[in-house]
Structure formats: structure tokens, C-alpha cells
């Protein structure tokens, strides 16, 4: 499985982007997903998750009301749309992705697919 994000870019303090995930496979579309991210210098974190069926998500506490998670499971398609941008923000933002049942872990070590990353940079 493969997965490719885009959607990055600058953005000033406030401003708003989407990011998008796809799957190369269709098969892929009833499993987990995931967005993290990875600032200069620190480890990557957990952002938000999304279930299979669509119907749980999890949002880390810091982009939590600002940021949402969603998914075309008929594309295989996971997206990230992020609000009221904050500095703090920038980081090279990572889409994955897991099979499994039940509640999607928000664990970096849980995934075993990931994509190339895109860079998401929010100016002051």
C-alpha cells in the first residue's frame, strides 16, 4: 500500500488548509487512518485518527476544534482540514495507515504505512 499526502504550504497565523491522503489501493479504504506531524527537532506526534467506518475520531489536545479529520471511503481518500493555523502548527504533516478493528490506536508505533510527508508551514 501506498499513500500519498498533499495540500501543504505557507500559510499566515489564522489562515486555513486541507490536506489530503490517497490510498493506491481501494482494499485500503476500510482501514484505519491517521494524520501526525514532525516539527524541526522533535519527534513525531499524533494529530488526529479516523476509524474505518468513519464513525470515530480522535484529535490530539492541541489542534483539537481547529483541525478535522474525514474520509471518502469510496476514493480511499483521508483528509485534513485545518483551521485557525497557529505557528506551532508547522511541521511536516504525515498521513498513515493501519488494518484493524475497533478504536484506531493514536500511536506513531501502531502504523505500518505512511506516506511522504507535506510540509505545512505557518507564518506569524
Known amino acids: 500500500v501506498q499513500l500519498q499526502a498533499s495540500g501543504g504550504g505557507l500559510v499566515q497565523t489564522g489562515g486555513s488548509l486541507r490536506l489530503s491522503c490517497a490510498a493506491s489501493?481501494?482494499?485500503?479504504?476500510?482501514?484505519?487512518r491517521g494524520w501526525f506531524r514532525q516539527a524541526p527537532g522533535k519527534e513525531r506526534e499524533f494529530v488526529a485518527v479516523i476509524s474505518g467506518s468513519g464513525r470515530s475520531t480522535f484529535y490530539a489536545d492541541s489542534v483539537k476544534g481547529r483541525f478535522t479529520i474525514s474520509r471518502d471511503n469510496a476514493e480511499s481518500i483521508v483528509y485534513l482540514q485545518m483551521n485557525s493555523l497557529k505557528p506551532e502548527d508547522t511541521a511536516v504533516y504525515y498521513c498513515?495507515?493501519?488494518?484493524?478493528?475497533?478504536?484506531?490506536?493514536?500511536?506513531?508505533?501502531?502504523?505500518?504505512?505512511w506516506g511522504q510527508g507535506t510540509l505545512v508551514t505557518v507564518s506569524s
Open positions: 489501493i481501494r482494499t485500503f479504504s476500510n482501514c484505519h
Open positions: 498513515a495507515g493501519q488494518y484493524g478493528l475497533g478504536t484506531p490506536s493514536t500511536r506513531v508505533s501502531e502504523y505500518a504505512y
